[in-house]
């Protein structure tokens, strides 16, 4: 398995453009997470899914944030308008339940200008 | 409120030293991983812990469910091992909760 796949992995926008970032979980893993890492607040959950159905969205930050899961192995997290203070690495991860660990994709470096 | 704190924040060994970061956190969990994330790279899962004691090569991790309290340890440290070590807890809230809370992370530098 190539594991989970993040793209793209580096985005450089400009403050109030859409932004689209782009998750491929682990094939069979029914639980697919979004975070961002930032300096100042290290990593913060945003939304999680299972079974492609959001059980917890209570991180996403705001009204500009929305993510979606329209099949089992694609994911995506969209940021509109997009804001500097956005800028940070956002992580998708996925889980089997009942297993072990988490995997992690290698992430998406946003930097809004 | 739930909270996970590690200790140290920066932690600088000479290679070959015996390394050990804490974390310790507020209420009950159901389970509690440990992540490793090299500079500018992406995040690994090292182990995830219920109760007892884990080992992977040089690598050992504890966790004191009582005291809420774990520890990672590195045996005969390297500077491959340089990297941040990241505690993170599923908090127990009754049912399936697989979210989890991170603490700020353990800097930690080995010196050939």
């Known amino acids: 398995d190539a594991g989970v796949i993040q793209s793209p992995r580096h985005e450089v926008t400009e403050m109030g453009q859409e932004v689209t970032l782009r998750c491929k979980p682990i094939s069979g893993h029914d639980y697919l997470f979004w975070y961002r890492q930032t300096m100042m607040r290290g990593l913060e959950l945003l939304i999680y899914f299972n079974n492609n159905v959001p059980i917890d969205d209570s991180g996403m930050p705001e009204d500009r944030f929305s993510a979606k899961m329209p099949n089992a192995s694609f994911s995506t997290l969209k940021i509109q308008p997009s804001e500097p203070r956005d800028s940070a690495v956002y992580f998708c991860?996925?889980?089997?339940?009942?297993?072990?660990?988490?995997?992690f994709g290698s992430g998406t470096r946003l930097t809004v200008v | 409120k739930n909270e996970v704190e590690q200790s140290p924040q920066n932690l600088t060994a000479q290679e070959g030293e015996f390394i050990t970061i804490n974390c310790s956190y507020s209420v009950g969990i159901s389970a509690l991983h440990w992540l490793q994330q090299h500079p500018g790279g992406g995040i690994v899962s090292l182990f995830m812990l219920s109760s007892g004691k884990k080992k992977h090569g040089r690598l050992i991790a504890t966790i004191n469910i009582q005291e809420k309290h774990s520890s990672l340890h590195i045996t005969a440290s390297h500077p491959r091992d340089s990297a941040v070590y990241i505690c993170a807890v599923r908090f127990f809230r009754g049912g399936s909760n697989y979210k989890l809370t991170f603490g700020k992370g353990t800097l930690l530098t080995v010196n050939p």
């Open positions: 991860a996925s889980y089997q339940g009942g297993s072990g660990g988490y995997t």
